[in-house]
């Protein structure tokens, strides 16, 4: 534990530590079943829509949403011995829409190099890629997953 609060405090540059002032659009906690990464996704894009994000933002967030609940459900139990629901929050701030999601592991999330022929493995990548921002943050319960988008101008 204490080498991953370590890690954590050393990787400032990926902290992102939900700011009061921002305004909160949406919270959903969805039990830890696979079966519930539709109703995450629809949850995200539902509100970015709903919120006027410009352009293709809603499908954005939809699907990188999926990848950080996705991950959330494959990872994010920890031990396994107590399965915390998974918590979806999406805000604003200024022109950025902010998703993050909590699950109850506080193993640290790490970026993979999938080869060619592999089904999984490039989550992490796609939300990096197609994100203006993402990063994480431990907690003593756990850890968030967030990603930020540029929604309006």
């Known amino acids: 534990m204490e080498e991953v609060v370590k890690a954590g405090a050393a990787l400032t ?7 009061p002032a921002l305004s909160l659009l949406g ?10 990464v539709a109703s995450a996704r629809r949850f ?15 499908e ?5 949403a999926s990848e950080l609940v996705t991950n959330a459900i494959a990872y994010g139990s920890g031990d396994g011995s ?10 604003g701030e200024r022109e950025l829409l902010t998703v993050d999601v909590y699950d109850s592991c506080i193993a640290i999330p790490r ?3 999938a080869g060619h ?11 990096q890629d197609l994100s203006h921002d993402w990063g994480w943050t431990l907690n003593p319960y756990g850890k ?3 990603f930020q988008l540029v929604a309006w101008r």
């Open 82 to 91: 107590a399965v915390i629901p998974i918590r979806i929050t999406v805000s």
């Open 111 to 113: 970026m993979r190099r």
């Open 44 to 58: 995200v894009r539902d509100i970015a829509a709903d919120w006027n994000a410009a352009g293709d933002v809603p």
């Open 117 to 127: 022929l592999e089904a999984s493995g490039r989550g992490l990548a796609i939300v």
């Open 27 to 36: 919270e959903k906690w969805i039990p830890h079943e696979a079966r519930n």
């Open 60 to 64: 954005i967030a939809e699907l990188l």
């Open 144 to 146: 968030s997953v967030w």
């Open 13 to 19: 540059g990926c902290r992102y530590t939900m700011n």
